[in-house]
């Protein structure tokens, strides 16, 4: 039978068949072969309101939110869901997440100030940051917010005279840096020394010491995050497990019994969902997982001489990538195992009655918003190259590893493995050149493809039901050579082409999928583009216009 079945995660009870392998039930869907968001045709909405366009669904934000508030159920005790405002910080976003019965996280005294405007109270708002100036503390303790997660003494020492000179107490949390490594992006760890987050666990404690009777200072809670996009879920049980170590110490050092511990965020998105790379047989996969957990390749020899020789970084590299992109676990399950080591260790110490009127905290911000968010772009301008002038050299180096791969493949081993092998061989002589798509969305909207080489699904908006098996070169509108869909480097760390339907035109809409993280809130005028128009599908099924496309008027706004 043709097709995909999916179960919904939050109910757990519907079973559909699916006919691509992206669609997500009632909300992404391919219809008569158009993609339709939350039943509303993503081409219509194109012609409507323009492209590039984010498209944003306010019932996959809200399930989102119900699948997280699952946490509460694996553990015993009440959880504050705080959105980590930097993900995507357009006011209907917000007031749909507060809506949606979530708080909210902030990181400057702007996102405090549209949490407050957008309907948050003092009380649904924590403030992170590593370089928070006065007027932002002054901010948070006039609106008296749950916490301002504290990053080093000296700003602790800030928070206490600023409180002092406005006559209020803050309610502080310290943010530890606990030394938890996660395999996501380098640039995404934020629990590790080298990382510029947070105090060591001995500065909180000299902290708790010295300000435990502060009239100025609520000390309420610990805080840490470890990372985004983490891709195993047991650095949860890590983190919980060094947050009750401190909850104790604490207690026991000092007496302060604390009112809160923050896991921070970083639940993963399923970047990989619906990405028809070449599975690889089961056998090699396994011997593939064997020789990256053993570190080495094992090579016998006939006259019976073993061999070990160094597994290739970038095999590594590209294992871990995969494994990152198409991370996928319920944030309840990664919580609940880690809850139970927790309440295990509370009964071993005789520290129960410090789990007593705890509140957790979690801060996603990329697992309420990325997949309920889409990108529409047009195809603006098409090109023929020929591949052979650049590529002889590595046309050859591409025969040579065809040999290659196929000598290990009948050794058991294929080398072909990954999410970003395209299945065409442009080894293939009958093939002289490759088709170049320039569309109108770069990385002026889509910075982390270029500075992470991070990868988002590309599918036809108007042929979605279409087989997507010719490869393309792909690349947006800038006045860049970095602003490609594929890693310039050669480095393999995004795609080289891009499977689409055969011949795209100028004009075909394409969708970027689980785009609504760090994309728009990252997005810039560079080269005098305009930042685009974002709708909203409410949940009655009505398209509202939540940001204007920006005019020629907004380009020059404050230049004087
Ligand atoms: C302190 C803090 N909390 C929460 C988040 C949100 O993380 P994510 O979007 O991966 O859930 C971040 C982002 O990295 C962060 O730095």
């Known amino acids: 039978m043709d097709g995909f079945y999916l179960v919904d995660v939050v109910s757990k009870t519907t079973i559909q068949l699916m006919k691509q392998?992206?669609?997500?039930?009632?909300?992404?869907?391919?219809?008569?072969?158009?993609?339709?968001i939350d039943d509303v045709k993503a081409v219509e909405l194109a012609k409507e309101f323009g492209s590039p366009l984010f498209v944003f669904s306010e019932g996959r934000i809200k399930h989102n939110i119900a699948r997280l508030r699952r946490v509460e159920t694996v553990i015993d005790c009440p959880l504050k869901i705080c959105y980590a405002a930097k993900a995507l910080s357009n006011m209907a976003i917000l007031r749909a997440v507060r809506e949606a019965g979530s708080d909210l996280e902030v990181n400057s005294g702007g996102e405090l100030w549209k949490a407050l405007k957008a309907g948050f109270r003092g009380d649904q708002i924590i403030f992170n940051g590593t370089s928070k100036e006065v007027w932002e503390i002054e901010m948070a303790v006039e609106a008296e917010i749950y916490a301002i997660q504290v990053d080093s003494l000296y700003e602790l020492s800030l928070i206490s005279d600023t409180a002092?000179?406005?006559?209020?107490?803050?309610?502080?949390?310290?943010?530890?840096?606990?030394?938890?490594?996660?395999?996501?992006?380098?640039?995404?760890?934020?629990?590790?020394?080298t990382s510029k987050f947070g105090m060591m666990p001995d500065e909180a404690f000299a902290a708790f010491r010295e300000y435990k009777?502060?009239?100025?200072?609520?000390l309420a809670g610990v805080h840490l995050h470890i990372g985004s996009q983490n891709p195993e879920p047991d650095v949860y049980t890590e983190a919980l497990e060094i947050l009750f170590a401190n909850l104790l110490l604490v207690y026991k050092e000092t007496g302060v019994k604390l009112s809160h511990i923050n896991l921070g965020g970083g639940f993963p998105v399923n970047y990989s969902r619906g990405n028809t790379y070449p599975e690889l047989p089961e056998k090699a996969q396994k011997e593939m997982e064997d020789i990256l957990e053993k570190g080495y390749i094992e090579s016998k020899y006939s006259d019976g001489r073993v061999i070990r020789s160094p597994i290739p970084k970038e095999w590594v590299e590209s294992a871990a990538r995969e494994k990152m992109f198409a991370a996928d676990y319920e944030p309840d399950s990664a919580i609940a195992d880690a809850w139970k080591q927790l309440r295990a260790k509370a009964s071993e110490t005789g520290a129960e009655e410090l789990i007593d009127g705890l509140t957790v905290l979690l801060e996603p911000g990329r697992s309420i918003i990325a997949d309920a968010g889409i990108c529409l772009t047009t195809v603006r301008n098409i090109k023929e190259r020929p591949i052979s002038n650049i590529s002889d050299s590595m046309k050859s180096y591409g025969e040579a590893k065809l040999e290659a791969d196929k000598e290990k493949s009948e050794n058991g081993l294929?080398?072909?493995?990954?999410?970003?092998?395209?299945?065409?061989?442009?080894?293939?002589?009958?093939?002289?050149?490759?088709?170049?798509?320039?569309?109108?969305?770069?990385f002026n909207i889509l910075l982390s493809m270029e500075t992470y080489k991070w990868y988002y699904q590309l599918v036809s908006a108007q042929r979605s039901d279409a087989d997507h098996d010719s490869p393309y070169k792909v690349a947006g509108p800038l006045c860049d050579g970095g602003d490609v869909y594929f890693d310039i480097e050669g480095e393999g760390r995004l795609p080289d082409h891009r499977s689409l339907p055969e011949d795209v035109q100028p004009g075909e809409v394409l969708a970027l999928l689980n785009c609504g993280a760090y994309s728009f809130a990252q997005a810039m005028e560079y080269n005098g583009r305009f930042l685009p128009a974002m709708v909203m599908i409410k949940e009655n099924g009505d398209p509202e216009l939540i940001r204007k496309r920006d005019t020629f008027e907004d380009l020059i706004r404050n230049d004087l």
């Not at 392998?21 to 339709?36: A, C, K, V, Y």
């Not at 009777?213 to 609520?218: F, H, I, K, R, T």
């Open 164 to 193: 002092k000179r406005l006559g209020k107490r803050a309610n502080v949390s310290l943010r530890l840096v606990p030394e938890i490594e996660t395999n996501t992006h380098s640039g995404l760890q934020t629990a590790l020394l």
């Open 414 to 442: 294929n080398l072909s493995f990954g999410m970003y092998a395209t299945g065409f061989s442009f080894t293939d002589p009958a093939i002289t050149s490759e088709r170049w798509l320039l569309t109108d969305a770069g």
């Open 213 to 218: 009777d502060s009239p100025e200072l609520n």
């Open 21 to 36: 392998p992206w669609e997500i039930q009632d909300f992404l869907t391919s219809e008569n072969g158009q993609l339709h």
